[in-house]
């Protein structure tokens, strides 16, 4: 039975139990991010332009204007007070681009202030007009454009922007800050004859969800506007718009956004894509010490309600029936409803459970994808298969469930320890034989991936996902009589029989397993004439080059051919009672087949080091 924990405490007891913490969660608006100190000088607004960068607190800035990439505005949205024109005009002449503010374009194509528009013609009908020039702006050469505090809650107006390929920055500050920069200021049409503190609470959890929409968010607090911009002009400079890959189902299409930084701003990624900003958070213990903290604080501030959080212990022992329950107890004991989204945060193991649970639970909930495993990324988290182990083997009790999203955040992986990391890379080196090209590339940039380079991983769950959801659209369901989804299977029909052997006690990680088995793969394939004889070779000395193994020899225990074969003989790819295959012709050709006699199998095992 599930024990109570408090959300944000230490991660749940690993004694084989999840640990739920579920609550009516409050909205927490205050900036959860330590912001950089600085001279206040802000008591009454920003103080006027021009004035050198203080600088206080980093390194001295370059003189010279960065290039920013050609044909995009920088545009500032967020809260009145959050300092979007004192910000926006110094960032425009750092980066050499003309400043605009939406506001004094507004009022100069109707002649009159915001203030009479709102006054004589009402709320909406400024709105319409702000919408218009907007996107007018939007679409025209560069600039850097500070917007009015509610134009972004426009939803046509953020896709106007994203269409432009701008990119949005949101300046956040908490509120004695914005209460004390926009005092004195009379000309606020929302503010006029109201207590202000109690409009900004008000326009805050009314506006912060869409905010969380921005590409970037930047914590500005009391900092000068000189240390903001410098913030501001490194995160625009380091930030990289993050890949969206179409998973392009039928019935079930979605996303896999891949990128760095996209766990603080799930809740933007996320919400256009639910039903509700109903979430249940499932994570091992390990993971949701390292990064649910950063995920919670994004969706509360983004005005989610996280109805439960339920961590399991880590590794491949959680994914059982009796965890399933567990899960299934917690979330729905939360009051969970048909709208409210199960996100699976955490290895393929909290995937594939979390997955398995929302596609039972209330007969199917809403699936949400944050893999923090290369394993993860690159593979399980795309596709929708979900599942259990049972005694009798691997996977056995399962369903397919598709996610709404899924949400790939290669920061993540800089937490992974080396050999999850190394597991991970199985999976890539598999999609690297099945698609050809890619397989080249793993062995020119794999040992790169490895040592942590952020691009090369990247670029390995970019492909990765690519291959697979082409494989899992073409057949979703893995139904085709030969080729089809099962070719994913490549490697696999050893790996099981190799994991399920160990009992999943940890000797032998999965994507260690699947590395063997490509190796077994690429030899069976050899033997039976399907490839040339180098292939064998080519590929343990990739698996090698990257510290896997390649051989059941490399195993730090023995095994016996005749169990292995036992195991493999009730692998579910079995069908009519023939053991099923993927071999390879070489890299890019695999193909599935039934045609294998055991006996090739058992001499196989036999030679690379089974007993
Ligand atoms: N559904 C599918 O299509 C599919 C495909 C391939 C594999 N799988 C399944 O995936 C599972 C293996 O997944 P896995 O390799 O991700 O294992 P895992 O989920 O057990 O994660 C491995 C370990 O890494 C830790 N971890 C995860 N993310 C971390 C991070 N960012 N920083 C630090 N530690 C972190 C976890 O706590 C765990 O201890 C197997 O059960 C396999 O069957 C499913």
């Known amino acids: 039975m599930a024990s109570g924990a408090k959300a944000g405490g230490p991660p749940g007891r690993r004694g084989g139990r999840a640990v739920l913490a579920s609550r009516a969660v409050s909205r927490n608006l205050a900036d959860p991010l330590v912001s950089q100190p600085g001279p206040d ?148 049409p929302l503010f006029i004859g109201r207590e202000p503190e109690e409009v900004l609470r008000g326009m805050m959890q009314a506006r912060y969800p869409f905010y969380a929409e921005a590409d970037i968010a930047l914590d500005c607090g009391e900092d000068t506007p000189e240390v903001t911009t410098i913030r501001a002009e490194r995160a625009i400079a380091g930030w990289q718009r993050p890949a ?36 249940a958070i499932v994570s091992d213990a390990s993971v949701a010490a390292l990064h649910l903290p950063v995920l919670r604080a994004g969706l509360l501030e983004g005005g989610f309600d996280i109805r439960a959080e339920v961590t399991v212990p880590p590794g491949e022992g959680s994914k059982r029936l009796s965890m399933l329950e567990e899960v299934l107890e917690g979330i729905l004991a939360a009051g969970a409803d048909r709208k409210t989204s199960v996100i699976a ?36 988290s795309v596709g929708g298969k979900t599942g259990v182990n049972l005694r009798a083997g691997k996977n056995l009790a399962g369903a397919f469930h598709q996610p709404r999203i899924v949400l790939a955040d290669t920061d993540t992986l800089a937490t992974l320890p080396a050999r999850e990391l190394r597991a991970g890379w199985g999976e890539v080196a598999k999609h690297g034989l099945l698609q050809g090209p890619l397989w080249e590339w793993c062995e020119a940039c794999g040992p790169a991936a490895m040592a942590g380079d952020p691009e090369a991983l990247r670029h390995a769950v970019l492909e990765s996902c690519r291959l697979k959801s082409g494989v899992v659209v073409a057949d979703e369901r893995e139904e085709a009589p030969e080729g089809g989804r099962a070719l994913l299977n490549l490697g696999h029909t050893f790996a099981h029989a190799l994991e399920a052997e160990c009992g999943y006690d940890g000797t032998l990680l999965h994507g260690e397993a699947v590395a063997v088995g490509l190796g077994l793969a690429a030899s069976l394939s050899a033997r039976l004439g399907h490839c040339a004889q180098e292939w064998p070779g080519r590929v343990m000395e990739h698996l090698a080059a990257v510290g896997l193994p390649a051989r059941i020899q490399d195993l730090p225990r023995g095994f016996s051919a005749e169990a292995l074969l036992g195991r493999m003989r009730k692998d579910k790819k079995v069908r009519d009672g023939a053991m099923r295959f993927v071999l390879l012709r070489g890299a890019g050709e695999a193909f599935t087949t039934a045609d294998v006699p055991a006996e090739a199998v058992e001499a196989l095992l036999r030679d690379e080091g089974a007993a």
């Open 345 to 380: 945060l955490g290895g393929g193991v909290v995937g594939d459970l979390a997955g398995f649970a929302a596609a039972v639970a209330l007969r199917g909930m809403p699936f949400v994808q944050i893999p923090t495993t290369l394993l993860a990324q690159v593979d399980s």
């Open 244 to 279: 969206r890959l179409p998973v392009a189902l039928s019935a079930n299409a979605y996303e896999v956004v891949v990128g760095s930084g996209l766990l603080p701003r799930a809740a933007g990624l996320l919400s256009p894509h639910l039903p509700s900003r109903r979430v």
């Open 41 to 188: 000088e802000a008591q009454n607004g920003f103080p006027p332009l021009p004035a050198a960068p203080s600088g206080e607190g980093f390194a001295a800035p370059s003189a010279a204007p960065r290039p920013v990439p050609p044909g995009r505005s920088i545009v500032l949205v967020g809260m009145p007070g959050a300092g979007k024109s004192a910000i926006g005009r110094r960032l425009a002449a750092r980066l050499g681009l003309p400043f605009l503010d939406a506001d004094t374009e507004i009022e100069n194509a109707a002649g009159m202030t915001v203030a009479e528009i709102f006054a004589r013609y009402g709320e909406a009908h400024f709105r319409d007009g702000e919408r218009r020039v907007i996107a007018r702006i939007a679409a025209g050469p560069p600039v850097v454009l500070a917007t009015g505090g509610g134009a972004y809650v426009d939803a046509r107006t953020r896709r106007a922007l994203r269409e432009a390929g701008a990119v949005t920055l949101w300046l956040r500050a908490d509120v004695p800050v914005l209460k004390r920069r926009i005092a004195g200021r009379s000309n606020r």
